[in-house]
């Protein structure tokens, strides 16, 4: 069937520590990423967004870099609190445009005292 | 008030009824979509519409159908539910124009359970 109960990959860090989550993204094509941030029994909020025309572009304690020849984002956060914990997923505009975006599957942030 | 309310927040539904799923916005949005999402599996795309007149198939449109009733409506019916449709489901707007996020604004989700 579709649903093969499939667990989001864990990251664990300590209240304070930097955390580094990591995305691959599939269209080459792409030239606009957001990352989000899902709490349990919410819809995803917007965290950061890059161009494909930057390489790095920082928000309050949050910075994206995106390496288009690997085709890889990343979203790291500076000292890391228990109000980070969620799961965090990367979206690509496919082929550009304004039309949809394109959602990843997900990292779960665990943030232990 | 929630820019993007969703109705209801959680159901639990029987195999072959239908059932709607509705979405209702405040945000002046021309578009909306209806996503899925399932553990380890990120939002699918199900239907969007970027006009009242405008309906689009996504990535997962089977089993389901959608009803554009105004610019502020959005509702999803599952015809004859099944249970491999129990999943979380978001409704979202966009402004179309680019721009931060693509104006993108989520509903608080549905949690739909088809024993």
């Known amino acids: 069937g579709e649903n093969v109960g499939l667990h989001l990959p864990t990251l664990s860090v300590q209240e304070g520590d930097n955390s580094i989550i990591n995305c691959a993204y599939s269209?080459?094509?792409?030239?606009?990423f957001i990352w989000y941030k899902q709490e349990s029994g919410k819809g995803p909020q917007f965290i950061i967004d890059?161009?494909?025309?930057?390489d790095k572009r920082q928000g309050q304690r949050v910075t994206v870099l995106l390496n288009k020849t690997v085709k890889h984002l990343s979203l790291q956060i500076a000292a890391t609190q228990p109000g980070d914990s969620a799961v965090y997923f990367c979206?690509?505009?496919?082929?550009?445009?304004?039309?949809?975006?394109?959602f990843g599957a997900g990292t779960r942030l665990a943030v232990h005292p | 008030d929630a820019d993007v309310t969703q109705t209801p927040r959680n159901r639990i539904t029987k195999t072959g009824k239908r059932i709607m799923l509705e979405c209702s916005q405040t945000?002046?949005?021309?578009?909306m979509y209806w996503y899925r999402q399932d553990p380890g599996l990120g939002l699918r795309l199900i239907y969007y519409?970027?006009?009242?007149?405008?309906?689009n198939k996504g990535e997962i449109s089977d089993g389901y159908s959608v009803s554009r009733q105004a610019q502020a409506k959005f509702s999803l019916s599952l015809e004859s539910a099944i249970p491999n449709q129990t999943a979380l489901y978001f409704c979202?707007?966009?402004?179309?124009?680019?721009?931060?996020?693509?104006?993108?604004?989520f509903g608080s989700g549905t949690r739909l359970t088809v024993v």
């Open positions: 979202a707007t966009s402004s179309g124009t680019g721009g931060i996020n693509y104006g993108y604004t």
């Open positions: 269209n080459s094509a792409s030239d606009y």
């Open positions: 890059i161009r494909s025309n930057m």
């Open positions: 979206a690509e505009n496919g082929a550009g445009g304004y039309n949809k975006l394109i």
């Open positions: 945000k002046g949005h021309d578009r």
């Open positions: 519409s970027f006009d009242v007149k405008d309906i």
